[in-house]
């Protein structure tokens, strides 16, 4: 007897099957769909706005009257005021991200061991981060002054001077007190960025570090700063965008003043913008400070991709 085999089965494909796969591939996009258009209204169209504005000659009334030539990078550049203001940025820049990082390091340290009252230290700390710059800039304003201020009155009063000290006697010692201020409400953002990452170490590194018989410096320098560099890193990084492109505390304090000796250049170019009418020169200005930054970033970014190649 012959054996009859049944036909196959073919399976039909539905307009409902194809519909959800099509949007399980479109559904990633639909999500950041929002982020995308809100990162072009307020992000893309305003660099590609002053790009325009850089490289166009531009009326008192901000109207673009075509390219110039590069006429107005050529004004800044030549400007004596421009070589200044880039100095004062580049050591407010360096100094308060060097000195906030190494000591809110230092205080993370601290903040990680266990001891009475860590948990009010903590909050104490995260009050100059979480004040306005513009309060605390004022407040330092208020603490220097000669005639009332705070820091002399207390130390009248611990006897340590006997009448009150000028402490801004020239436009450096004021620049002086504004990375001072930098520093201080920075400090907060290391400190916790750093904390995070030492509490994420699992103990039994060092239990196991101190039965080898490791000091405290080795630990340091072998388990907690090759653990917490990743956490370092990104802080240092977005310190250096965020102290770069700092407007408040040095505007509060001295408004760059006197004659632009205490300006950097986001204080500058407003100036140049709303001062002096100069529009096209505070774009120029504003151009050259982002490729600085995307130089930074890409410089990190560069880093960073090398050096997860390699751990692959």
Known sequence: MSKTTAPKTVPVKTDAG????????????????????LMAVFILIPIISVFRMALNKVTKTNQLKGFNN??????????????????????????VV????????????????????????????????????????????????????????????LHIISQPMNWTPSPEAYFAWEIACGIFVTIPFVTFCVLSGLQSIDSSYYEAATVDGATYWQKLFKITLPLVKSSLTVSTVLNIIYVFNSFP??????KGDPANRTDTLVTYLYKLAFYNGRSGEAAAVSVIGFLILLICASVYMIYTLRKGDGDL
């Open 98 to 157: 060097v000195l906030s990082t190494l000591l809110g390091f230092m205080l993370a340290l601290v903040l990680n061991n266990k001891f009475r009252g860590r948990k009010i230290a903590r909050a104490i700390v995260v009050f100059p981060w979480a004040t306005t710059l513009v309060i605390q800039a004022s407040a330092w304003g208020f603490i220097i002054n000669k005639d009332y201020g705070t820091l002399n009155t207390l130390l009248m009063k």
């Open 18 to 37: 194809s519909g959800k796969r099509v949007f399980r591939k479109v559904e990633p996009y639909i999500w950041i769909a929002p982020s995308v258009i």
């Open 70 to 95: 590069f006429e107005n990078f050529i004004k800044v550049v030549k400007t004596p005021t421009f070589a200044l203001v880039l100095k004062n940025t580049l050591v407010w820049t360096i100094a």
């Open 249 to 254: 505390i040095i505007w509060t304090m001295t």
